[in-house]
């Protein structure tokens, strides 16, 4: 028992006084972790756009692209703006809009008034 203390002890004073050398900074993550709105907003755009063309396609062009991909993308960033560390990493990792408007938006309030959020405070 004495021993295995001392193993212990002898191990975790090793660490000590080191100092940390410099990697070489060649890492391979995807960064989705640390994502900023700014970083997600090409990848929403690219979703809406998506689901917008296919609308398009099946309602013999009646939808307006771009302007729905402008108006969903700037919802998206309204809510990552109000919430970034929720929003932004879990836009990144999403691959549909059902998802992205599921999991990672500001859920709708049923009284309307979650844009009370977006008004400034005071008289």
Do not use: W
Not at 28 to 33: C, I, K, L, S
Not at 52 to 57: K, L, R, T
Not at 96 to 118: K, R, S
Request: net charge negative.
């Amino acid at each position: 028992m004495k021993l295995a203390v001392l193993f212990t002890l002898a191990v975790a004073a090793g660490g000590c006084g080191k100092k940390a050398e410099p990697g070489t900074g060649t890492g391979t993550g995807t960064g989705t972790a640390t994502e900023s709105c700014e970083g997600i907003r090409s990848h929403v755009e690219d979703l809406y756009r998506a689901e917008a063309e296919a609308a398009a396609a099946t309602s013999g062009g009646k939808v307006n692209v771009a302007e729905q991909v402008a108006d969903n993308t700037t919802m998206v960033m309204n809510d990552c703006a109000a919430q970034p560390g929720r929003v932004a990493p879990c836009a990144a990792a999403v691959t549909t809009v059902a998802a992205l408007e599921a999991e990672c938006l500001i859920p709708l309030d049923e009284e309307g008034t979650e844009g009370e959020q977006l008004l400034p405070s005071g008289p």
